[in-house]
């Protein structure tokens, strides 16, 4: 059974930072593209980064690029995101997601809230 567990998530000060984790389970990790998506209330989920089976290649959308770091460790089974200088707008749940050409799987989500 594959199970994508997140964690980090909790509330912070715009302009704070904060680390995601993701631990994957029951799954040949180093065979996945690993991607962190996020949903704001009243709004669709998003792609916010992306990091290739080998970790070599990593892509970010517009809003986090520069901001915002992907990262994975293939012996620990694990993704990082690692998230600085946040903004009121970062406030979302973020899940982890697993993607392999047969096949695709999500994690419950942590939350993110950016407020003073």
């Known amino acids: 059974q594959v199970q994508l567990v997140e964690s980090g998530g909790g509330l912070v000060q715009p302009g704070g930072s904060l680390r995601l984790s993701c631990a994957a389970s029951g799954l040949t990790f180093s065979t996945y593209a690993m991607n962190w998506y996020r949903q704001a209330p009243g709004k669709e989920r998003e792609l916010v980064a992306t990091?290739?089976?080998?970790?070599?290649?990593?892509s970010y959308a517009d809003s986090v690029n520069g901001r915002f770091t992907i990262s994975r460790d293939n012996s620990k089974n694990t993704v990082s995101l690692q998230m600085n200088s946040l903004k009121p707008e970062d406030t979302a749940v973020y899940y982890c997601n697993a993607l392999r050409f047969d096949g695709i799987h999500w994690g419950q989500g942590t939350q993110v809230t950016v407020s003073s």
């Open positions: 990091i290739a089976s080998a970790g070599g290649s990593t």
